[in-house]
Nanobody, 115 residues
Framework: QVQLVESGGDLVQAGGSLRLSCAASGRILLITTMGWYRQAPGKQRELVATITRAGFSNYVDNVKGRFTISRDNAKNTLYLQMNTLKPEDTGVYYC???WGPGQSWGQGTQVTVSS
């Protein structure tokens, strides 16, 4: 099993920045791809960005150029740097880790962007 704990969510004004962190523990050597997802009120959870163990990243179109995903394998931590935040970025952000035959999710951290 892999356990994930997110942190860094907050209330911020439009145009501001936040950095989310996700600390992994447990069978961390099995972790391959990690990612950030978000869920806005009344909407389905959606992919924001992913990153492989080697550092290759992908982003959903509406965050490209504003968000940066990174991971520190030595610290077992995943990050999401979010710049130029918009009200439509509001939601609960979840960390995800793919490992072996399964995947794990964190409990989520709330990001609220006011206009």
């Amino acid at each position: 099993q892999v356990q994930l704990v997110e942190s860094g969510g907050d209330l911020v004004q439009a145009g501001g920045s936040l950095r989310l962190s996700c600390a992994a523990s447990g069978r961390i050597l099995l972790i391959t791809t990690m990612g950030w997802y978000r869920q806005a009120p009344g909407k389905q959870r959606e992919l924001v960005a992913t990153i492989t163990r080697a550092g290759f990243s992908n982003y959903v179109d509406n965050v490209k150029g504003r968000f940066t995903i990174s991971r520190d394998n030595a610290k077992n931590t995943l990050y999401l740097q979010m710049n130029t935040l918009k009200p439509e970025d509001t939601g609960v952000y979840y960390c995800n880790a793919q490992w072996g035959p399964g995947q794990s999710w964190g409990q989520g951290t709330q990001v609220t962007v006011s206009s």
